[in-house]
């Protein structure tokens, strides 16, 4: 029996008090997801329980009790505390999937600081925007990234704490640094800061179109939406070993990589390596893995691996399967459904929703490529582009939209309170995608109302990636858009417009993506240059990357009238 029972009788009957209830939290109260996620735990008799099953890509191994982890976050918060660093103020982890990275987030969140993941395969520049626009007062990080820290530091005044969470020694401690390691003691009680329910609890940056990325605020009430979504999309149950694929730099990752199943008390594993089908068959065949929260992208990479891989290891534990972040195609369904037993069920949410807000149900019919219906509770409609209203008729696309107000909402953009208001039409919450319903009220994803990339399930910035590209000592100026791609779905292309004395050559195309990868990320990396005299402009002189995007994927190119004229 799945949690949800039925979905219908789920929309019918729905309240979020009653997940209060089920937490024990009463409006006013103190809610604090530090302590949700462990403290509480414990005093439900199940301190010994493993909350975290640890392993690298080395074959290092490491177990966590919910005792440990309650332990462990109030090392870390007392640590934190230590260092004079008090509520409100930003923490950064920049970490792989390393335990510090999980149980440091609740010791964060233990002593009423704002947490701020970044992926840790960011490089100086991707790093400086995020830490200079939080005004980020301490990073945590490993030695490995010690150096990018290092680069920017001149120009992040507020930034004083450089925790390094595996110091060896090898090299001296500099300025601004100091060593921390989590399992050297145990402080057995920590006093918890009394966060409220609109208390800031993270932030997660995201990319737009326009500007630099934006953080978007989180607060301790999104615990409410994350434990129900978990529990009834999900469908964690006590015994589930969970696998949530997904790296705690972007939303998915702290959502329900360590908020929602910790706070549901169940065990979880991590696998802190890159992807390989038999790395993660064999992953799942060791911990027995039942419930797999994953993201198209690997999907499509297993299924290139093929069926072979899958015959050689025992994946008989799995019960439920899941994914996020990207367009699920209809054959990843029906494929995994064939060489798994079991479909993978969509997902559809952002990092500014906080939670999953359309998907597919446990018990519930799945029409392959459809993302489903939206959560119980959760108003979604399809707009009317011109109009905003609701589109009534099945078929026609629009915006996707939500009516404001489930707990795990966004409360704005970090020092951005305007492009926070400019996501509202007519009291609708714009997510920024478009979809169109069919007769049975199911939602289908046809593509984003915006230029952002999507590249295997990840976000990236054309604007960031171009001004990136304005610093490379041969680039006059450039456009960027997404290019199709068999496993990613989409990938960065960049074109590229030569300073005068410069030649176009295949060894300043690996020169530029290089300089990207380190700048930046790899994600935003361009996976092809192309090298152009002129980019088609607007009369204003605005670079029309429509044009370009509608030629990478073979569109109707549509109203060129306001392109410039030679
Ligand atoms: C954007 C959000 C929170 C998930 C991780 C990504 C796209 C997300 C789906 C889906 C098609 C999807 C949307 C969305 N997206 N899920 N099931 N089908 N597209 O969070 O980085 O904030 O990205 O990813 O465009 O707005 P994010």
Redesign the pocket.
């Known amino acids: 029996m799945s949690n949800i029972g039925s979905y219908e009788e789920k929309v019918k009957n729905f309240s979020w008090s009653t997940v209060e209830t089920e937490l024990g939290y009463t409006p006013g109260d103190v809610i604090n997801i530090g302590w949700y996620c462990s403290d509480r735990i414990c005093a439900m008799g199940k301190a010994g329980k493993t909350a975290l099953l640890w392993e690298n890509a080395q074959g290092e191994k490491k177990q966590y009790s919910y005792n440990d982890v309650r332990l462990y976050s109030n090392t870390v918060g007392a640590y934190l505390r230590s260092l004079g660093i008090h509520d409100g103020e930003r923490v950064c982890l920049f970490m792989d999937r390393v335990p510090e990275l999980y149980i440091g987030l609740l010791g964060i969140l233990k002593i009423g600081a704002i947490a701020q993941p970044l992926f840790s395969a960011f490089g100086e520049d991707s790093l400086w925007v995020r830490l200079e626009n939080a005004g980020t007062r301490a990073i945590i990080t490993q030695r490995k990234h010690v150096s990018k820290v290092r680069k920017i530091l001149d120009r992040l005044p507020e930034l004083q704490y450089i925790i390094i969470v595996d110091h060896d020694g090898k090299r001296e401690l500099k300025e601004k640094e100091t060593a921390f390691f989590m399992e050297d003691e145990k402080v057995e009680t920590l006093e918890i800061f009394p966060t409220l329910a609109e208390t800031p609890s993270i932030i997660?940056y995201?990319?737009g179109t326009t500007g630099q990325p934006k953080g978007v605020k989180h607060v301790h009430y999104s615990l409410i939406s994350q434990y129900l979504t978990a529990k009834w999309v999900l469908d964690l149950q006590e015994n589930d070993i969970y696998w949530c694929t997904?790296d705690p730099g972007?939303?998915?990752g702290t959502?329900y990589g360590i908020i929602a199943p910790w706070a549901l008390g169940v065990t979880q594993c991590v696998l802190d390596s890159g992807f390989s089908a038999e790395a993660w068959y064999s992953f799942i065949e060791r911990y027995k893995v039942t419930v797999w929260y994953s993201?198209?992208t690997a999907i499509r990479s297993l299924m290139k691996a093929g069926e072979e891989p899958v015959r050689r290891f025992d994946l008989s534990s799995l019960r439920h399967l899941v994914?996020?972040?990207?367009?699920?195609n209809p054959e990843a369904v029906v494929w995994s459904e064939r060489v798994y037993g079991l479909p993978f069920h969509?997902?559809?949410?952002?990092?500014?929703?906080g939670s999953i807000m359309?998907s597919n149900y446990p018990g519930m019919k799945i029409k392959p490529g459809s993302?489903g219906k939206p959560f119980p509770g959760i108003t979604g409609v399809v707009l009317n582009t011109q109009t905003y209203e609701p589109i009534t008729e099945p078929g026609v696309i629009g915006l996707i939209a939500f009516r404001p107000g489930w707990p795990a909402m966004m409360r704005t953009y970090w020092n951005n309170e305007a492009t926070y208001r400019n996501k509202f039409r007519n009291g609708w919450y714009l997510?920024?995608?478009r979809a169109r319903l069919d007769a049975d009220g199911y939602f289908w994803?046809v593509g984003?109302d915006d230029d952002?990339i999507?590249t295997g399930?990840?976000?990236v910035s054309p604007f960031e990636v171009e001004s990136a590209l304005l610093e490379h000592y041969a680039v006059a100026e450039s456009a960027v858009v997404a290019k199709p791609d068999e496993i990613n779905m989409e990938v960065v292309k960049a074109f590229v417009a030569l300073k005068p004395d410069y030649e176009p050559s295949a060894e300043l195309e690996l020169d530029i993506m290089n300089f990207i990868r380190k700048r930046l990320s790899p994600l935003a990396m361009p996976q092809e240059i192309e090298y152009v005299e002129n980019l088609p402009k607007t009369r204003s002189g605005k670079i029309m990357r429509r044009l370009l995007h509608a030629k990478e994927w073979g569109e109707e190119i549509g109203d060129t009238s306001t392109l410039e004229s030679d």
Do not use: K
């Open positions: 997660h995201t990319s997904a972007w939303v998915t959502s993201a198209p994914s996020v972040g990207e367009p699920l969509d997902s559809y949410w952002q990092t500014e929703t359309i993302m997510p920024g995608d994803f984003r952002v999507n399930g990840h976000l």
